[in-house]
């Protein structure tokens, strides 16, 4: 039985301690004010001002964002660029009120007011285009016109109030307000904030929103619980923790109350996730959908989530000068906490109950230090691949055990039916054993996995996982993760087959792999690092070097990517092809390429498989 999400008591009125006047969204008239005479004091404050004030600059000659849909499916990177756009050129007029930028603003601002819709269809377009223009409206209100006001509150209801009233009133669209992730803190949020940003005008409607979006909101926040880990993923949760953030600081900023949301289980402390499970290669471990690329690689910032969360929760230990930092934010100034002189520091090793991920490693601070993450959580999710198990391994400075990440999201039904027949999405496309491969995913996708047991020992930590909930195939298959005096990775797997039958085991690397002649070990090189992989196992087998291509067994439909590290050639937007279109792909990189080192046992009872690695000298 699932436990009932926690619950958000809202008072008769919701909006009966509103502030007198805007600005209402993210932050106060008095934190501009005080961020302002801060950075007279602070150079690094300044700085970060006069960067934000050239790229509002670069902006006035910019012409405003068009409707565009060019995958046929989403105007997201359209939302999210105006966004961007906004908030840049609405925090310098702040900072200094001029013409030019407040003209600029208004352009964009009128051209997105008077698109046909905001692609409610793809409700996350419609909640991140509200939320721009509510910080437009808000921090420039008292420089509008009642006209411009007018314009631009009345797009806010039509284009995106009024097709979220059609959810939160029983409308049969996609169930976001109550999804169990990202969506929801997202399409919520954004709605949340255009709502306050409107509450003195249009106190019934912001009324009906915030009892709506906060009664919903902890039905996907409560996966949060009880330590902060995130079941989408670090990537998943810059997203979802963006939005957050923002609903927090709108709902103090206007209110002077969340109400309790901020107070949910996990929250104060899930500013952690990410940094921990961001190896020492600079990459994280991107389960569930998610690019494992730098912290710096999405188009807008992620550092200002850091900064509101320690602001919010007193806890700077996060607040990392030169991990989590991209172009500088508004927020990264409006609520600027400065780096701990002497932080403490975090652990080594970390178990995420809430996602069953555990992470280990030699040393922080350290490019070439060892690392290693695994997973066992839930396959329920929407972004999870049947990935139960998996891992990802740092080592000399490189990624040598790799998540391939996600596929199209406009290949056909990747959400749907099909989303298994995917190579990336399958048991085969990731760093764990298929156990009788068929046709279906490799693993359940309604099961999950489980941590039994989690030694964070000074000097050789392990995990041990119970995977056989996900194996139907299996009459158990346990697998244990160490770092033996933090010099080494060992993988032990044992696994018994309900009936004889082939069982194939795999490891993903961007590394080129030299097996010996006898198979029992095999040489992985990235660059000048090296590592050395060593096999034992009961019945004898030997390593094998692969192309991370589908087994005969497998689905292999058209268009997928082939992972030879061929770019596409016929990509839209950010490696997204149109709807219905075959993705056409390059000349292959072996740079880029992945391979596979794998082990194949035929006509198996029963399994015991140990590989270690050990860096090359």
């Known amino acids: ?225 009880p330590d902060g880990g995130w079941p989408e993923g670090p990537g998943y949760w810059a997203y979802t923790l963006r939005y957050l953030v923002a609903s927090l600081s709108t709902l103090h900023a206007a209110l002077g109350t969340d109400f309790g949301l901020g107070d949910l289980p996990g929250l104060s402390q899930t500013a952690g996730f990410p940094c921990v499970f961001t190896g020492p290669a600079g990459q994280t471990f991107n389960y569930s959908d998610g690019n494992a690329g730098t912290p710096k690689a999405p188009p807008w910032s992620r550092s200002h989530v850091f900064h509101y969360l320690a602001h919010h929760y007193q806890d700077p230990r996060w607040i990392v000068p030169d991990l989590w930092q991209d172009k500088p934010h508004a927020l990264n100034v409006l609520y600027h906490q400065p780096t701990p002189a002497n932080p403490p520091m975090p652990p080594l090793d970390a178990h995420y109950q809430s996602v069953e991920a555990v992470v280990m490693r030699s040393a922080w601070g350290d ?143 961007r590394a080129t792999i030299v097996v010996a002649d006898d198979g029992q070990s095999a040489l992985l090189r990235r660059g000048t690092a090296a590592i050395r992989l060593t096999l034992e196992s009961n019945p004898p087998a030997r390593f094998i070097a692969m192309d991370a291509r589908p087994l005969p067994t497998s689905p292999d439909p058209v268009g997928q990517n082939p992972n030879n590290g061929a770019k596409l050639l016929n990509n839209a937007l950010h490696h997204r092809v149109k709807v219905g279109d075959t993705p056409r792909f390059g000349e292959p990189d072996p740079e880029q390429a992945i391979r596979k080192l794998a082990v194949k046992f035929e006509n198996s009872r029963g399994i015991k498989l140990k590989v270690v690695a050990h860096v090359e000298p």
């Open 367 to 509: 490019p070439h230090a060892f690392y290693v993450a695994t997973q066992c959580g839930k396959n329920t999710v929407g972004h999870n691949q049947a990935d139960l198990g998996t891992f990802v391994f740092d080592a000399a400075g490189h990624r040598f055990a790799e998540d391939l990440g996600p596929d199209d999201y406009n290949l056909p039904s990747f959400f749907g039916e099909q989303r298994y027949t995917y190579y990336r999405n399958r048991a085969e496309g990731h760093n764990i054993a298929v156990i009788d491969p068929d046709a279906t995913a490799g693993q359940d996708v309604n099961a999950g996995g489980s941590v039994t047991a989690f030694d964070p020992d000074p000097a050789s930590p392990s995990v041990t996982m119970d995977l056989t909930a996900g194996y139907p195939a299996a009459q158990s298959y346990t697998r244990r993760i160490g770092l033996p005096d933090r010099k080494a990775l060992v993988i032990e797997d044992e696994i018994e087959p309900k009936r004889a039958c082939d069982v194939w085991w795999f490891w993903h690397t």
């Open 1 to 225: 039985m699932k436990p009932s999400p926690p619950v958000i008591t809202l008072p008769d009125d919701p909006l009966a301690t509103l502030r007198a006047a805007p600005p209402y969204v993210l932050a106060t008239a008095e934190r501009f004010e005080q961020a302002k005479a801060n950075a007279v004091r602070d150079p690094g404050l300044a700085a970060m001002i006069d960067a934000i004030r050239a790229q509002a600059t670069a902006l006035l000659d910019e012409p405003p964002r068009t409707h565009d849909i060019p995958d046929g499916k989403r105007l997201l990177e359209v939302s999210r660029d105006v966004v961007d756009r906004v908030t840049i050129l609405a925090f310098t007029w702040r900072m200094g009120p001029e013409d030019r930028w407040r003209d600029r603003l208004w352009a964009e601002l009128d051209a997105v007011s008077r698109f046909p819709d905001w692609n409610p269809s793809h409700f996350l377009d419609t909640a991140e285009m509200a939320h721009a223009v509510a910080i437009g409206y808000d921090w420039l209100h008292e420089a509008w016109s009642d006209a411009q006001r007018k314009t631009l509150r009345d797009a806010m209801i039509h284009h995106a109030i009024e097709p979220a009233f059609g959810r939160y009133r029983g409308g049969a669209n996609w169930s976001w307000d109550v999804a169990v992730n990202n969506w929801n803190v997202v399409c919520n949020g954004g709605i949340l904030t255009a709502a306050i940003a409107i509450a003195a005008d249009e106190p019934d409607v912001a009324r009906e929103v915030l009892r709506n979006a906060l009664t919903k909101m902890p039905i996907c926040l409560q996966h949060f619980a």
